[in-house]
Nanobody, 124 residues
Framework: QVQLVESGGGLVQAGGSLRLSCAAS????????VGWFRQAPGKEREFVAT????????YYTDSVKGRFTIPRDNAKNTVYLQMNSLKPEDTAVYYC?????????????????WGQGTQVTVSS
């Protein structure tokens, strides 16, 4: 019962920044954990980051630690993925996902609701 819409993707040079937005609808959004995943051509969907429903628990995959953050604004029903110091290997379609749990699995199987994805391309 949560609908998600991603935005903010685009083309950026290596070292630049982008902020992705995941806008959610649904009365239970504030009680949902939200995750970001990405998928490059020929590769499996990869966990990027997740934030608990309270915002108190946040986890990142090792490859983005220190570069990405996942702010949450429940008043705006929005979760962001702030991406700094982007690298060409960050190029992928990025998806946000949600589940009605405090903190979801880092596996895509742990999420019930998915956005349509937004393309991020990082040039060298």
């Amino acid at each position: 019962q949560v609908q998600l819409v991603e935005s903010g993707g685009g083309l950026v040079q290596a070292g630049g920044s982008l902020r992705l937005s995941c806008a959610a609808s649904g009365r239970t959004f504030s009680r949902s954990a939200v995750g970001w995943f990405r998928q490059a051509p020929g590769k499996e969907r990869e966990f990027v980051a997740t934030i608990s429903w309270s915002g108190s628990s946040i986890y990142y995959t090792d490859s983005v630690k220190g570069r990405f953050t996942i702010p949450r604004d429940n008043a705006k029903n929005t979760v962001y993925l702030q991406m700094n110091s982007l690298k060409p290997e960050d190029t992928a379609v990025y998806y946000c996902a949600a589940v009605s749990r405090f903190l979801a699995s880092r596996s895509p199987d742990g999420y019930d609701y998915w956005g349509q994805g937004t393309q991020v391309t990082v040039s060298s």
